[in-house]
């Protein structure tokens, strides 16, 4: 089995002579007949390999004595060496280096440590904290010590697993017949067709045997909240620190619909983040209630930054609802509900107790949309920037607002897709009761859920308990740190070769640190990599710093996530100061498509990447060197059939006989003639005059009250759907916005688009909202009638 492993440390070489090693290798034995495999490492380094690379380990025998451990000061995060505890300095035992590692790698995980004649009485007092017994391999039989080790092995395979998952294992153990839903019946139907053979085959019968009904009442209800599931949800709402958690399987967007319809009802304000995804709007079509629009500061590359500290403040927001069209004859003079996007696509967190205060001055309920930020709360570097760390003892006093955390939790954690959760932390001045709170649960909830994903969201928890989550965090830190600063070195290597253009991508970060033991100011790549991983004001976007291009900050309000790394293509600054010359980054992601690197988001000169806990230096090596061939493509000319066949193949009349820097070149051009960033930061900004509520427009589509309009005949139209330009991937139009005038921002915005979508095929946008007339090509919207 794969999680029956445990580890043997120590200094004898499984061949060496004599008594103790023979004894050692007899413990080995007896242990391997009884069913678990022994990983054998006579040094600190060995078992520091086995204990990254296994986590399937079971139990540990280790000796005190093991050569190894290291003479340096340090932490022990992912790959640096076993170092000795945290503030001394000097030669460490290398047992007590492992044992060190042991308890950042594993939760409980049953130790057994070797001791050469009377060594316990010279151990520090931590040892005995961390192990679970002693041995001295001479004076007990191999097979009882090799039984005592396994038995603790078999205790903890057992108490490893999450309530749910170990509940669905057992069931499954017991091999009873399907008599319920669903009809394929364990995967029984899918043997009776070749089509459906194949499908069996590839999934697997433990997949297929675990999608049971909710018939099975030995594994609770999703909807009532018992048994396995119920102390599932519980669990998770301890880890990750919320009063009450409930499992959603429709992903992010669902219990984004169901928390906006909870909390906010039929011609109430809402105040929303424009910079918020369409499943916010969804919710507010839903409850039909008035959304209020904050408007989050932008860079010069086109990236959203947050809602400035002034946006949210009461006075901002009571004038934003005294100039609201929509506000005068709402049910309530004051929002009931606020939400924004923490962290975004890009990256960026707020400080969330400041925040919280600043909204809970106008609304007394609070959403931090987390759909990219599940694993926030399990490493220092975020502490106080997610949701449930707004509780009464960060926010004291009865002006603390409800809050509710989204989360996609198959994201950027260990889960199946569309797998997700609702973290809630109520406060008196806004209660949730479970009955109601679970009546808007059940509305957008499903009767038939797939037992895997719940499984999936208990096992994503049960990782992230104890010191395993920030370790298995800690690692894709490290990793992406280490790709920051390597692709700094890169660039400044390029720069000085002297034998080619000096031209490299950069990475969206700041250029210098700040030591705060220290004061020294360091740069970013020449910064200690457990400084960067560790001290979050290195990542702080200061006040008006260039480096980001965003306005209006103010000092800590704003946190870069370094996880989510944005390289950034020559052609244009975080100011908008352009070049001459630039490499647009759509160009750049489609050579990266033909190396299946496929990037999670572009915009016009940025192209964002995430290291998630799956990334590994390999990985992150293949996206540097095909960086590297890009560069050498575009400095050489290629013709854009070698770089791009799949582009020339499908437009040969538009790409055929063109060049890498060709293309890069009449691209570039188009985007600084038509000024495309400007006009999208100039659309975001100057938001669009509300006429309806999103409610009344959904009604008005399903009962064919709208129509199609090409956006040049759009002008003093009332829209009917959202129109979303990915990218960035922010709505420009909400139903029942005016699209304004047709020399206003938004048209020409839409035409600006439309123009450059026409004349580069293959690499148009991708735009919610906006069909495409199959005769002329025109892009069209939807827009109330008359």
């Known amino acids: 089995m794969a999680d029956s492993r445990i580890l043997v440390a120590v200094p004898q070489h499984p061949r060496a002579e004599g008594a103790g090693a023979e004894q050692l290798r007899k413990i080995r034995d007896a242990v391997e007949a009884d069913g678990f495999e022994v990983r054998w490492a006579v040094t600190a380094e060995d078992a520091d390999a086995v204990l990254r690379t ?24 992912p790959g640096a060496a076993l170092a000795p505890p945290s503030g001394t300095v000097g030669q460490t035992p290398g047992g007590a280096a492992v044992l060190r590692r042991i308890g950042r790698r594993f939760r409980d995980l049953p130790v057994f440590l070797i001791m050469p004649e009377e060594g316990v009485r010279e151990l520090p007092l931590w040892v005995s904290e961390t192990v679970v017994g002693y041995v001295w391999p001479l004076e007990d039989t191999p097979g009882f010590i090799a039984g005592r080790i396994t038995s603790a092995a078999r205790g903890y395979r057992e108490d490893v697993l999450p309530p749910f998952f170990r509940a669905l294992r057992r069931f499954d153990d017991t091999h009873e017949y399907s008599w319920h839903t669903p009809a394929h019946s364990g995967g029984v139907a899918f043997l009776k067709s070749p089509a459906g053979r194949a499908f069996h085959d590839y999934f697997g019968e433990r997949l297929l045997r675990s999608d049971l009904s909710i018939s099975v009442e030995e594994l609770g209800s999703l ?13 998770a709402a301890r880890v990750f620190g919320a009063d009450l958690t409930y499992f959603v399987l429709h992903g992010d967007s669902t219990c984004n619909r169901l928390v906006g319809h909870f909390s906010v009802t039929r011609d109430e304000l809402a105040l929303v983040d424009r910079n918020c995804h369409k499943s916010v ?24 930054g947050p809602l400035p500290a002034a946006e949210l403040a009461a006075e901002s927001i009571a004038a934003r609802i005294a100039a609201h069209p929509l506000a005068e004859d709402a049910v309530a003079p004051g929002p009931q509900y606020a939400v924004f996007t923490n962290s975004t696509y890009d990256g960026l967190s707020y400080d969330a107790v400041p925040t919280a205060r600043a909204l809970a001055a106008s609304t007394p309920r609070v959403h931090f949309d987390e759909a990219w930020f599940a694993y926030a709360r399990f490493h220092p570097l975020y502490a106080g920037r997610y949701g449930m760390s707004v509780d009464a003892a960060a926010f004291p006093g009865p002006d603390r607002p409800t809050v509710f955390a989204t989360q996609s939790t198959h994201k950027l954690l260990a889960a199946l897709s569309q797998s997700a959760m609702v973290h809630v932390r109520p406060a008196p001045r806004a209660p949730v009761e479970h009955d109601r709170f679970n009546e808007a649960l059940m509305m957008h909830g499903t009767t038939s859920p797939l037992y895997p994903m719940i499984a999936s969201l208990d096992v994503a928890t049960a990782m992230m308990d104890g010191p395993q989550g920030e370790w298995l965090l800690d690692e894709a830190v490290t990793e992406a740190i280490r790709f920051r600063q390597e692709m700094v070195r890169l660039g400044r290597r390029v720069a000085s070769a002297g034998d080619r253009p000096p031209w490299f991508f950069g990475v969206w970060q ?14 970013f790549e020449e910064a200690p990599a457990r400084l960067l991983g560790t001290e979050q004001s290195c990542w702080l976007l200061e006040p008006d710093a260039a480096w980001h291009g965003f306005p209006g900050l103010t000092e800590g309000h704003c946190m870069l996530d370094p996880v989510k790394v944005t390289l950034t293509c020559p052609g244009i600054t975080a100011t908008g100061e352009m070049a001459e010359e630039g490499i647009p980054a759509r160009v750049l992601a489609a050579y990266l498509a ?23 230096k390999g990985k992150w090596g293949t996206l540097l060197d095909a960086l590297m061939d890009f560069k050498a493509l575009y400095d050489g000319d290629a013709p854009l059939a070698r770089v791009l066949p799949g582009a020339v193949a499908a437009h040969p009349r538009r790409y055929a006989g063109l060049t890498l820097r060709e293309l890069c070149r009449q691209m570039h051009d188009q985007l600084r003639s038509a000024r495309l960033v400007e006009l999208l930061d100039t659309a975001f900004q100057q938001l669009p005059e509300p006429v309806f509520p999103p409610q009344h427009c959904y009604q008005r589509l399903v009962r064919g009250g709208t129509e199609r309009v090409r956006i040049a005949d759009a002008a003093d139209r009332v829209a009917a759907a959202m129109v979303t330009v990915t990218p960035p991937g922010i709505p420009v139009l909400m139903p029942g916005e005016s699209t304004g005038t047709p020399d206003g921002p938004l048209l020409r915005y839409l035409t600006a688009l439309e123009t450059f979508d026409r004349r580069f095929p293959g690499f148009r946008s991708e735009t919610h909202g906006v069909t495409i007339d199959e005769d002329t090509g025109d892009y069209e919207i939807e827009c109330l009638n008359g």
């Open 54 to 77: 296994e986590a399937g380990l079971t139990a540990a025998l280790v000796a005190w004595d093991l050569p190894g451990g290291a003479a340096r000061r340090g932490g022990d995060g």
């Open 223 to 235: 909807f009532e909240h018992t048994g396995p599931i119920g102390e599932a949800e519980r669990n």
């Open 281 to 304: 709007l969804h919710g507010l079509v839903v409850s039909g209630a008035r959304p209020v629009y904050l408007i989050p500061t932008r860079n010069g590359y086109g990236l959203a």
């Open 594 to 616: 033909t190396r299946d690197i496929v990037v999670e988001k572009t915009d016009s000169y940025t192209t964002l990447i995430l290291f998630s806990m799956g990334i590994t």
């Open 510 to 523: 700041p250029p210098e640190v700040t030591d705060p033991a220290t004061g020294e100011r360091l740069p």
